[in-house]
């Protein structure tokens, strides 16, 4: 029976379960240390065993930080019609891959 979890981090809630890997907002956290994730939810497969949060619960997730990386690049494009006003800026988001060890 598999146990999920609602987890919090980056302003952003993700579903997940043990052994899933995720990728999140860069995370102030070395490579290969565990950390602790803000829990919302858990639950089971079948939905017999709930515990809802009001707003976290005392039980934290543990995830391990595997690297460290940049995701794809993302062009913002600004444009105003009939001026000949063009301008592009583009950036990579700061990513971090984890991977949940224990809920």
Wanted: aromatic share 6%; hydrophobic share 40%.
């Amino acid at each position: 029976m598999a146990t999920f979890a609602v987890v919090k981090t980056g302003g952003k809630q993700y579903l997940v379960q043990e052994g899933q890997e995720i990728v999140v907002d860069r995370m102030a956290i070395k490579e290969k240390e565990k950390v602790e994730l803000e829990t919302l939810m858990t639950f089971d497969q079948e939905g017999k065993a709930v515990e809802i949060g009001t707003p976290l619960l005392a039980k934290k997730v543990q995830a391990e930080v595997i690297t460290h990386s940049k995701g794809e690049k993302i062009r913002i494009s600004r444009f105003k019609s009939k001026v000949r006003y063009r301008k592009v800026r583009g950036f990579r988001p700061q990513l971090t891959s984890l991977k949940i060890v224990k809920i």
